[in-house]
């Protein structure tokens, strides 16, 4: 029998009942260890097992009016197993499972006082919300780095629930919580400081130990002072392109965009156009195309003359999952484009 006992989070994927199709499923519980799990438990042998493994659609624990009713049931199954700490994912860069699993590992820790730690890319738009209080082990962007990570994420959680001391973010392999505290050192602040400059200087590997987390300014664009002259276009983050995706967009984690000609067409008609998103139920966009790219309601606005001219292609990406890297990349892309094509503004819609 293993000396202690982990009760396990994971979505509708990794449970095993389905995609997108099923992100609307409510609680499940299953015995023992299931998805990624599996993989922790045999890296802990005998020390700890995984009494069992609770699970979610990832828009239904994200639902605000249906939270409650999962932080009831996850209550349940920890008066019963009572578990040495609690784990969730890895969620890699996927935003609704990263929330869903920073979220009720955030709970559990605060509402029963069981260590708990979550896993996932630090672009995840969860590590923002709950980092601070948290241990969030860093990942990889996809689930292909899933055999890298699981090493770290079960020594993390080994360690809490053995109530072990738990060192640095940079010797523990969670992401940094902002939080610093005082220690001993065999050297001064000086002479370490002098040994990373001398790394630094002979091209050799070296960590700050005070690193500076920058955030890249963004000036707004000044505001638009004649609109009936200005010229404008279409974006949509929201992945819609033509039936068929002749430019093979990518449903997630996005390295390009599309370009298509609606010059001549007053609405995107049903069955011509289709999201390849893989973040949400395409189903209602699908049935109405105009609802991510809103073509309709903007060539009503252009024969009552509120802007000049609609450009005459739409731009689209498929936003879930893209690194900041690749944003930028692709929006100056899109801004050039756009700009040669004498557009002064555009409206991006997002998903």
Not at 40 to 45: A, I, R, S, T
Not at 125 to 150: H, Q, S
Not at 265 to 274: P, Q, R
Request: hydrophobic share 40%; glycine share 10%.
């Amino acid at each position: 029998m293993s000396e202690k006992i982990a009760l396990a989070y994971i979505n509708q994927f990794y449970a095993g009942i389905g995609g997108e199709d099923k992100a609307d499923v409510g609680f499940m519980e299953f015995d023992g260890a299931k998805g990624p799990g599996i993989g922790m438990q045999g890296m802990w042998k005998d020390e700890m097992s995984i009494a069992a493994t609770v699970a979610c659609g990832d828009n239904f624990v994200n639902n605000e009016e249906k939270f409650p009713e999962v932080a009831a049931q996850i209550d349940t199954v920890i008066e019963r197993v009572k578990p040495d700490v609690f784990i969730s994912g890895p969620a890699f860069n996927a935003g609704r499972y990263g929330v869903a699993c920073a979220r009720v590992a955030d709970y559990v820790r605060t509402k029963h006082g069981i260590p708990s730690v979550s896993a996932m890319y630090y672009e995840n738009p969860a590590v923002a919300m709950y980092v601070k209080d948290n241990y969030i082990v860093a990942t990889p962007e996809t689930a292909a780095g899933m055999r890298k990570v699981l090493p770290t994420f079960a020594a993390l959680a080994l360690k809490l629930a053995k109530k072990e001391k738990i060192g640095p973010a940079r010797k523990e392999g969670y992401l940094p919580t902002g939080h610093r505290y005082n220690e001993y050192h065999e050297k001064t602040g000086a002479e370490r400081v002098v040994d990373i400059l001398l790394k630094k200087l002979n091209g050799e590997e070296y960590v700050t130990e005070v690193p500076q987390r920058a955030f890249e300014m963004i000036p707004p664009s000044p505001a638009i002072k004649e609109l009936n002259e200005t010229n404008i276009g279409l974006i949509t983050s929201g992945g819609l392109v033509p039936k068929g995706n002749p430019d093979h967009l990518k449903q997630a984690f996005s390295v390009d965009y599309g370009s298509y000609d609606i010059t001549g067409m007053d609405s995107l008609v049903k069955g011509e156009f289709i999201s390849i998103h893989g973040g949400f139920d395409t189903t209602v966009v699908d049935d109405d195309p105009n609802r991510v790219v809103a073509l309709d309601a903007m060539r009503s606005l252009e024969k009552e003359g509120v802007f000049n001219k609609l450009h005459n292609r739409f731009l689209s990406t498929a936003g879930v999952g893209t690194n900041v890297e690749s944003a930028k990349d692709i929006g100056s892309r899109m801004a050039k484009e756009l700009l040669d094509s004498g557009v002064q503004a555009a409206i991006l819609t997002s998903t």
